[in-house]
């Protein structure tokens, strides 16, 4: 939330040959890569520190199950994050090719074990449901699940997205005492430690590298991602 970094961008940023970093960017938040460490898990580490973000808002503690909807190159960080922290994952996603990278993770992502994981974290005591999406009805759908014996559930909304309104019943947040948290972009702190699970193999990036392009076809790989044909295209600059 600081206004120094909000004001701070790279020049002319994206998906340009060259770019101009501004002195306090690279005083605070530029890392030296050593040589164990590729480029394209590098790259991983502003995504990563986003995530890292959201994990301490969303307030995770050892044994909660936490419902991860949608399993993209994102989704799949938030799994492996979460299992760190010490609860119990489950994935969702439409398209079921998706579910082979989270099962490598260890998260039970099949409907039937959905199913069964849902209705054992309604009889705990607390039971956390980030949701990566910025879709109201994802949002609609995890506090759906906060029915039966849960209580202080809570859904951390990760991604931005349209619309003025809140997806959710306010007699529902009421009578569940649901907790809403929502996190943007991260922090140097962030980038630091997101650099420091990189560099020190705490979490796996590369296998989620689906497509590989040049910056000359960039427009290839942005399609591929608009069509949901890739779960993370990496370009060459």
């Known amino acids: 939330m600081c206004a120094a970094f909000k004001a701070s961008n790279l020049d002319p940023g994206g998906f340009a040959e060259y770019v101009r970093v501004p002195a ?21 580490v502003e995504p990563l ?3 890292l973000r959201a994990v301490r808002r969303a ?11 949608g399993l993209g190159s994102i989704g799949c960080l938030f799994v492996q994050l979460f299992k760190r922290a010490g609860a119990a994952v489950v994935g969702a996603d439409a398209l ?8 490598a993770d260890s998260a039970p992502t099949r409907r039937g074990r959905l199913r069964s994981r849902r209705r054992r974290s309604e009889s705990s005591p607390r039971a956390a449901a980030p949701t990566m999406s910025s879709s109201p009805a994802a949002a609609r759908r995890c ?23 809140l997806p959710l019943p306010l007699e529902t947040l009421y009578h569940r005492e649901l907790t809403i948290t929502a996190t ?18 705490g979490v796996e990036v590369e296998r989620l590298i689906t497509h590989r392009v040049p910056l000359a076809s960039l427009a290839a790989g942005v399609d591929l991602m608009r069509r949901r044909e890739a779960l993370k295209v990496y370009v060459t600059p």
């Open 24 to 44: 306090p960017n690279v005083r605070y938040a530029t890392f030296r890569v050593p040589p164990h460490v590729s480029d394209e898990a590098a790259s991983f």
């Open 49 to 51: 520190a986003c995530c």
């Open 59 to 69: 307030r995770v503690q050892p044994g909660d199950t936490v419902v991860v909807v």
């Open 96 to 103: 079921p090719d998706r579910a082979v990278f989270a099962r």
């Open 143 to 165: 506090s759906r699940g906060r029915r039966g014996r849960a209580r202080r559930g809570s859904v951390h909304y990760f991604a931005g997205g349209g619309g003025d309104t």
């Open 184 to 201: 943007y972009s991260s922090s140097p702190s962030d980038l630091a430690e997101a650099f420091r699970l990189i560099a020190g193999g």
